[in-house]
């Protein structure tokens, strides 16, 4: 059938299962916008209050569903404003296809009106990036960029299209999406090599990164855990990959990991990483990182492997194929002494905090309770990032979504709105800072217009926290820059954006304001206000090791 390039991108968009699609229009992409009209019943749009807000929504949308995302923008500015976006989606796998549109064929290169080599911008922070300008190759273009998205490890593709590409006519014919074999880089007596390895360990440790959630591998992570008979540690982006609640879980492992965790890992004598990069903020000092420990790596990209930790052993593929594969290889073992250690570990070091005043522990705490740990819960970046990661209990994976890599703050309000669209019969909880708010608050807008029922949770001590944190510990106590008392009224923002706003100063409030919340079924800001001075705890400071974790009761000693 004879179509225009704009009726092409719908069509494909329609072909490869996209239901949403976010956001902002603008001159160059006009015809898109024209033929999105035509299919509104079929592709539903959320308009954002910024471009970057689109890039957001549909990272959390990915993130949530495990579908590949989907954000269009006009050229120029509108392009542009995508772009930290692009490298949070980037940073954390994120599978997501962005759609620009620039300016006709014969302007480009010619410093025309919002003509911008987005292609060119992007190209460090993206998988893969096109630039269309014949309409014959528009179809099989978008079919590569959402093949690219998904495939392997996930990422972001950008498919820039000129104008006159999205006005112009070719036949289309529309293709089914083939399902593609997980990936397997290795042969059978490399998972036969693992399964002894394994075997010979009397003191093992699972450490498990976001590539256990990518690659759906909850079930097969929590049968490997009991046949080793190992504890579980995890990343920022590895919450959920197993039971938060689960008698082996010892928390998160590193810069701001608990004690059980790094002290665990530090004595350790097999430390199996899945789906993990061994990232700085995971390991500190890498030359004193698991040095006791025989390393084994699992990841579905090669260029992982022996990049940051030198390895013993490794396996490149699909995590879920690998551990469906090694387990039946595997002997149920006892390691009763190990997991009695751990336990002490636990014991003695368990997560506290000053429970006589409110503060953002407690306000998770309570979240958790109220949502029987069943939320979806997004953050922005900061100490009450990491509030998120040590006090909620994820139990399922796709439950925390969370910018780790890049560390994006801003991040968390679009990734909650497009959470909720892709998971409507979920809670949908941001927690932000109000540094991170005041970044990207202008999308309660977005959230008011569609009536999206998220619960905006702000955590304000009128401070940015966490670098007061480092400048606190490591600078002295000179507060450059990051006191933010000032007269912003963030719940008279929110009423004045159309949400439900309830302010939270004493503990007894928050429960009950989050039931509330939760009752409207409407778009709602909570702001708590807690003291300026709270600090993250445990703590390893930069380039240390792992194993020289400390707290607050540590500095007071």
């Known amino acids: 059938m004879l179509l225009n390039g704009s009726e092409i991108v719908v069509a494909c968009l329609k072909e490869q299962g996209v239901d949403t699609v976010f956001g902002y229009p603008g001159g160059a992409i006009l015809n898109i916008y024209d033929a999105l009209y035509q299919h509104s019943e079929e592709i539903r749009h959320i308009l954002t209050s910024h471009e970057q807000g689109a890039a957001h929504a549909a990272d959390g949308y990915a993130r949530a569903s495990g579908k590949v995302g989907v954000c269009l923008a006009t050229s120029g500015p509108g392009a542009t404003n995508l772009v930290t976006g692009i490298a949070t989606a980037y940073m954390d796998s994120v599978p997501m296809v962005a759609i620009t549109a620039n300016v006709t064929l014969p302007l480009l290169g010619k410093d025309s009106f919002q003509e911008v080599d987005i292609a060119g911008v992007t190209m460090p922070i993206t998988k893969h990036g096109y630039i269309v300008k014949n309409v014959e190759e528009l179809a099989d273009t978008l079919r590569r960029a959402f093949h690219i998205a998904r495939s392997g490890r996930p990422g972001p593709v950008l498919v820039d299209i000129t104008k006159d590409v999205t006005a112009a006519v070719c036949e289309f014919e529309p293709l ?67 039971d938060g609640r689960s008698p082996r879980y010892t928390g998160m492992i590193g810069m701001h990991g608990t004690k059980a965790s790094n002290l665990g890992v530090s004595q350790c004598d097999l430390l199996i990483a899945l789906g993990a990069r061994f990232s700085d903020r995971v390991t500190g000092n890498p030359k004193k990182f698991a040095e006791n420990a025989r390393v084994i790596q699992f990841d579905v990209d090669a260029a992982e492997i ?50 006589a005043v409110l503060s953002c522990p407690y306000v998770i705490e309570e979240i958790d309770r109220v949502t029987k740990g069943e939320a979806v819960i997004t953050t922005d970046v900061g100490q009450h990032q990491m509030w998120a990661a040590q006090y909620y209990k994820y139990t399922r994976p796709r439950t925390f ?83 933010l008392n ?72």
């Not at 490794?314 to 390691?335: A, E, F, Y």
């Not at 014991?347 to 429970?355: A, M, N, Q, R, V």
């Open 401 to 483: 979504l969370s910018s780790g890599g890049l560390g994006t703050m801003g991040y968390g309000l679009g990734a909650c709105i497009g959470a909720q669209t892709a998971r409507p019969d979920k809670v949908c909880i941001n927690i932000a800072g109000d540094g991170c708010f005041r970044m990207n608050m202008n999308e309660l807008a977005t959230a008011s217009r569609y009536n999206i029922p998220i619960i905006q949770v702000v955590i304000n001590n009128h401070v940015l926290g966490m670098v007061r944190q480092w400048q606190t510990l490591f600078y002295g106590k000179r507060y450059s820059q990051t006191v």
């Open 176 to 242: 089914p999406v083939e399902e593609e074999p997980p990936l397997c880089g290795y042969a059978e007596e490399d998972l036969k090599e693992i399964a002894e390895y394994i075997g010979q360990a009397k003191r093992p440790y699972i450490y498990l990164g976001g590539g256990a959630i990518i690659a759906d591998a909850f079930q097969e992570v929590a049968e490997f855990a009991e046949l080793i008979d190992a504890p579980v540690c995890d990343t920022l982006m590895g919450k959920g990959a197993f």
């Open 306 to 355: 022996n990049k940051n930790i030198r390895v013993d052993a490794s396996l490149v593929g699909d995590l879920k194929k690998i551990l469906s594969q090694l387990n039946p290889l595997l002997t149920k073992q006892d390691h009763s002494e190990w997991m009695k250690e751990i336990r002490i570990l636990k014991e003695k070091y368990p997560l506290k905090y000053d429970g």
């Open 486 to 557: 000032d007269k912003v009224d963030f719940c008279k923002v929110a009423e004045a954006l159309g949400c439900t706003a309830i302010r939270v100063a004493k503990k007894e409030e928050m429960g009950p304001a989050v039931e509330r919340a939760i009752s409207l079924k409407a778009p709602v800001l909570i702001e708590c206000v807690i003291p300026e001075d709270d600090k993250v705890f445990p703590m390893v400071p930069a380039g240390a090791p792992i194993s020289e974790v400390f707290d607050g009761d540590d500095l007071k000693e």
